[in-house]
């Protein structure tokens, strides 16, 4: 098992955020050493080495692949549903 990615992440060429943020988690859990670094440090030296040089890589930055119109649709088919049902129970009075 080879880990190519560090070496391409430390000379600046890894931009791929969704590659690299997957890379880092599966190095924090899956290799980190058993006595060498606890957690926190483990977790910082990746995040460092793997995650700094990335765009939109950060703890803070938002998914550009996520659709705001979900929310919208949704709440839109409640006040439907939410009208009708209304209309119904006021024509049964």
Excluded: H, K
Excluded at 16 to 36: G, K, T, Y
Excluded at 49 to 62: C, K, M, Q
């Amino acid at each position: 098992e080879t880990v190519d990615l560090i070496r391409e992440a430390d000379l600046g060429r890894l931009q791929n955020r969704r590659v690299a943020q997957e890379f880092a988690q599966w190095l924090d859990v899956s290799r980190r050493p058993i006595n060498s670094y606890n957690e926190e440090e483990w977790a910082a030296l990746v995040q460092q080495r793997i995650l700094v040089g990335v765009p939109n890589a950060g703890p803070l930055d938002v998914d550009p692949n996520e659709d705001d119109t979900e929310g919208g649709v949704a709440v839109a088919i409640f006040g439907i549903i939410c009208i009708a049902a209304s209309s119904l129970f006021y024509q049964v009075w």
